[in-house]
């Protein structure tokens, strides 16, 4: 089975590389991925894929049915990039070095080129399939904060009669098997009062003490913390001093506890902050799609982990051995504010086991000079096939010894 798999993933390596280079040139920031949906579209319809649409979010969702229409493998990526231009120093294309640079290559559009090839591998491989797999490239996960991905399982799959049962996330893991990361919640504090002076006072005074605060929780515990503002506004006579927050959630934390906790800790900070008022919620913005359509997001990432002993990981490293593909588990780290993955919403409010798998580094992601590797992104749609005949295929029997 997979010398059938490995031989003919040969055949296919430089369409899948022309795809790559296509996505990576055409750009398609968070909101704007009108373009390059338009390409995954056209590229799902050539393969062949059994169904394609595009729903009313602007996801395209590409389906390839299994004889017994069960178990369900989603693969997902995300269409938008960060809003950056190119880095002019590196280019946009492919370097001499082997490297496709471009903003999005590693994060995440080597992986979504994968995850579509990985249809082409398993419909041409001809090994039978028991269960579906769906591939779906989503909208605004880089600044909609994974609005595509909850419409995709709240609204489109469960419209077409498809609820799935694992998930890979085509983010970059280096060709590692990652099950999880942190959270991050970012917050607005409201000073409010008729005496500007008042307000002023205590909106400053919020700050020092936030800041004194992280400071000491990061000699001992290291952790993302951001605090920007006051800004202030006058409107009607009321003053009010707006101060954004942004924090790292842990993997026990939940974002609504930590709401409340920087509540009780706002009507500590000073005695004059009884004379005005001070709320604080989570971020919310209301979003237009690339299709018009609008919706309301809270800026909220709760932490998500995968058991490690799943089912779903367990295949995943025996398929790996049994087909001679190096891998090590892992999670991300997300360095910096705003990294993030739609694991939270498929694992946090969905319940679907969810792994990632992607031929980029974290490392790289949201970073002038983002690349990813050539040679990675062949390899790439080898794994997620192997992943996703060892989920949804039907075993083949006869295959030699080197083949197992």
């Known amino acids: 089975m997979y010398s059938i798999l490995r031989g003919k993933n040969e055949g296919i390596e430089d369409a899948v590389l022309h795809f790559a280079r296509e996505l990576v040139r055409t750009p398609s920031p968070s909101l704007a991925e009108a373009h390059v949906a338009k390409l995954v579209e056209k590229e799902m319809r050539e393969i062949g894929y059994d169904r394609v649409i595009r729903d009313d979010y602007g996801n395209v969702v590409g389906i390839i049915h299994g004889g017994e229409g069960q178990p369900t493998l989603l693969l997902n990526s995300h269409m938008d990039t960060v809003s950056r231009t190119a880095d002019a120093s590196a280019g946009n294309g492919v370097g001499s070095d082997g490297r496709l640079y471009g903003v999005g290559a590693s994060d995440c559009k080597g992986g979504l080129a994968a ?57 970059p893991t280096n ?26 006072d205590a909106a400053r005074a919020i700050i020092r003490d936030f800041e004194s605060a992280h400071a000491a929780r990061e000699a001992e515990a290291p952790a993302l913390f951001d605090v920007e503002g006051p800004r202030f ?26 709401v409340r906790g920087v509540s009780h800790d706002l009507s500590l900070v000073s005695p004059r902050a009884a004379a005005v008022a001070v709320d604080v919620a989570p971020r919310e913005e209301t979003q237009r799609l690339y299709n018009g ?48 993955t739609a694991g939270h919403v498929l ?58």
């Open 347 to 404: 694992v946090g409010e969905f319940d679907v086991p969810t792994i990632g798998y992607g031929p980029g580094r974290e490392s790289l992601a949201h970073r002038p000079g983002e690349y990813v590797e050539l040679a990675a992104i062949p390899k790439a749609v080898y794994g997620t096939a192997v992943i996703a005949h060892s989920l949804i295929g039907i075993p083949v029997c006869g295959w030699t010894s080197d083949e197992i």
């Open 175 to 200: 060709l590692g098997l990652y099950y999880g990361h942190d959270g991050r919640l970012e917050m607005e504090i409201h000073v409010r009062g008729i005496d500007p002076f008042l307000v002023d």
């Open 233 to 258: 506004e006058t409107v009607g006579g009321i003053r009010t001093a707006t101060i954004s927050m942004a924090r790292r959630l842990g993997p026990l934390e939940n974002a609504r506890d930590v």
């Open 115 to 171: 995850q579509v090839f990985c249809g082409l591998l398993l419909k041409r491989s001809l090994l039978p399939l028991r269960g579906n797999l769906v591939v779906a490239a989503t909208v605004a996960e880089e600044n909609g904060l994974s609005v595509g991905v909850r419409a995709l399982l709240d609204e489109t799959l469960p419209s077409l009669g498809i609820s799935p049962d694992y998930a890979v996330l085509g983010e």
């Open 293 to 340: 359509k609008t919706t309301v997001v809270r800026h909220v990432t709760n932490g998500w982990s995968t058991d490690p002993f799943h089912p779903l990981i367990d295949r995943a490293r025996q398929s790996f051995a049994a087909a001679g593909c190096p891998f090590r588990p892992g999670r991300w780290e997300l360095s910096r504010i705003g990294m993030g």
